[in-house]
DNA sequence: GGGCTGACTGACG
DNA sequence: ACGTCAGCCAGCC
């Protein structure tokens, strides 16, 4: 489905843009602001679909899942995520984003 | 149109 | 707190 001329993958991609340095959104965050309370799967499909040229523009590791926790989990491609978001000053509690200092509605410190 | 997939989530045990 | 299970969704056969 479309609006505006545009997949729901591209609008993923430009809302996730728009996510400032040191800041994180959920899966879930992302579908909901795109209008699909439960698309938080397709987001993640979307990110998935990210090809190295657009990885370059998009800052895909700033979307984490539900609780702060990173998804991908230990493969290269999660501590490559952990370790962008550390140089961002982004704090992990427990291997987890401190969403209460980096997540929606709430400014960092 | 029908079925499968996956960087998700919330509910259970 | 952790592993499983079952919905949910867009895109691609």
Redesign the pocket.
């Known amino acids: 489905?479309?609006r505006g001329g545009e997949?729901?993958?591209?609008r993923v991609y430009l809302l996730v843009r728009q996510v400032p340095r040191g800041r994180v959104v959920?899966?879930?965050?992302v579908?909901r602001l795109l209008g699909?309370?439960?698309?938080?799967?397709?987001?993640?499909?979307?990110?998935?679909?990210?090809d190295a040229e657009q990885?370059h523009r998009v800052p895909?590791?700033r979307?984490?899942?539900?609780?702060g926790?990173v998804?991908?989990g230990t493969s290269p491609?999660g501590l490559e995520?952990r370790r962008r978001l550390r140089r961002e000053g982004v704090r992990f509690l427990?291997g987890r984003v401190d969403l209460a200092r980096h997540g929606l509605r709430r400014a960092a410190r």
């Open positions: 489905m479309s997949t729901f993958f591209e959920t899966y879930g965050q579908a699909l309370d439960r698309g938080a799967r397709a987001v993640g499909w979307a990110l998935r679909a990210l990885a895909w590791h979307v984490v899942g539900h609780g926790r998804s991908l491609a995520q427990d």
